[in-house]
């Protein structure tokens, strides 16, 4: 029997560890000073700001105790504050600053150069077909991590 020698979580983890720090270089060359992560939040507050840590580390698949070091480090950085929820007590609400609201024009315009960076040489239908296999795997792996066994 011949072992197939497959790459593509190699691959994955390569490209994602290129893309970040590329992302993070045309970040800094636009003017923004913030990390993945803290874009990774961004991008979810923008779509509805006043989260919990829960709520948002449920949106970014980072675990809590990350999302509150890279929050703190946001709050430092006057992108975001907390706050403690009116209405329950025990919970802190994240919202974002002006600040952080006047980031999102440029943040998207940075995401759109990466993504062109990221396809470039792909045709549309190259594009569509990665895609699905990539959405196949997460599928499969998402499915696997919530299986019983």
Same mark, same amino acid.
Request: glycine content about 6%; aromatic content about 8%; cysteine-free.
């Given at each position: 029997m011949t072992t197939i020698e497959t790459k593509g979580g190699f691959y994955i983890t390569q490209i994602k560890q290129l893309q970040d720090r590329i992302f993070e270089r045309l970040l800094l060359d636009n003017g923004i000073e913030i990390s993945g992560g803290q874009g990774r939040i961004l991008f979810i507050l923008w779509k509805t700001d006043n989260l919990t840590i829960s709520e948002i580390s449920e949106k970014t698949s980072l675990a =809590?105790?990350? $999302?509150s070091v890279v929050i703190n480090g946001m709050v430092n950085k006057g992108i975001v504050e907390?706050?403690?929820n009116?209405?329950?007590?025990?919970? #802190?609400? $994240?919202? @974002? #600053?002006e600040y952080a609201k006047s980031l999102q024009e440029k943040y998207e315009l940075v995401s759109q150069q990466m993504n062109a960076l /990221?396809?470039?040489? /792909?045709?549309e239908e190259e594009q569509r077909e990665f895609e699905r296999y990539l959405a196949r795997i997460l599928k499969t @792996? #998402?499915?696997? @991590?919530? #299986?019983? =066994?």
């Amino acid at each position: 029997m011949t072992t197939i020698e497959t790459k593509g979580g190699f691959y994955i983890t390569q490209i994602k560890q290129l893309q970040d720090r590329i992302f993070e270089r045309l970040l800094l060359d636009n003017g923004i000073e913030i990390s993945g992560g803290q874009g990774r939040i961004l991008f979810i507050l923008w779509k509805t700001d006043n989260l919990t840590i829960s709520e948002i580390s449920e949106k970014t698949s980072l675990a =809590k105790n990350t $999302v509150s070091v890279v929050i703190n480090g946001m709050v430092n950085k006057g992108i975001v504050e907390r706050n403690i929820n009116p209405h329950n007590r025990r919970q #802190t609400i $994240v919202s @974002l #600053t002006e600040y952080a609201k006047s980031l999102q024009e440029k943040y998207e315009l940075v995401s759109q150069q990466m993504n062109a960076l /990221f396809y470039q040489g /792909f045709s549309e239908e190259e594009q569509r077909e990665f895609e699905r296999y990539l959405a196949r795997i997460l599928k499969t @792996l #998402t499915e696997n @991590l919530h #299986t019983d =066994k």
